[in-house]
């Protein structure tokens, strides 16, 4: 099966690729968006390769790659009436929203920042692009590597 390829949002001082590099595996708790939640429950493959983006930073943008390391699984704070992604609604039967381990693979030399990758025409129509709010995306393989090569470029 071909690998795909993936963008995924993390507030910066929340959990940014450096924590991610520490910690190497992470579960990628919090997600309460349905199309977000789809893709990582029916779409993602242990071995996918993800953009990982600091949202909400100086500037926004592409920090690193991570991978899939897991099948998705329910996501344990869902049922936890302690934590902020608590969803009464959800039952260990029925469980409404999912999540998958993430591990870390590199950090880039330099943050892409969101106004290089609208600049540039070959990403124009890359999700990030169009629907910037979504925090799980597809990434075309193409989009994939030009973001890989711009933070190998200089400032």
Same mark, same amino acid.
């Given at each position: &099966?071909?690998?795909?390829? +993936?963008?995924? /949002? ?12 520490? *910690?190497?595996?992470?579960? +990628? ?40 390391? $897991?099948?998705?699984?329910? *996501?344990?704070?869902? =049922?936890?009436? *302690? ?8 039952? /260990?039967?029925?469980?409404? +929203? =999912?999540?998958?381990?993430?591990? =870390?693979?590199?950090? =880039? ?16 129509? &890359?999700?990030?692009? /169009?629907?910037?709010?979504? $925090?799980?995306?597809?990434?075309? /393989? ?7 090569? &711009? ?5």
């Amino acid at each position: &099966m071909a690998r795909k390829h +993936w963008l995924m /949002k993390s507030e910066e001082d929340e959990y940014s690729i450096d924590h991610l590099q520490s *910690d190497g595996t992470t579960r +990628w708790v919090g997600v309460r968006n349905y199309e977000a939640r789809n893709l990582m429950r029916d779409e993602m493959s242990p071995g996918d390769r993800i953009l990982y983006y600091h949202s909400n930073a100086k500037p926004s943008g592409v920090a690193g790659i991570a991978e899939v390391a $897991s099948e998705s699984y329910p *996501d344990p704070t869902q =049922f936890d009436p *302690d934590s902020r992604y608590h969803d009464p609604k959800a039952s /260990k039967e029925e469980p409404r +929203w =999912f999540l998958v381990d993430v591990r =870390f693979v590199e950090r =880039f030399p330099r943050v892409v920042p969101l106004s290089e990758i609208k600049a540039d025409e070959g990403l124009s129509e &890359m999700v990030l692009v /169009k629907r910037m709010r979504l $925090s799980v995306q597809p990434v075309r /393989k193409a989009e994939f590597e030009k973001v890989r090569e &711009m933070a190998e470029q200089g400032d």
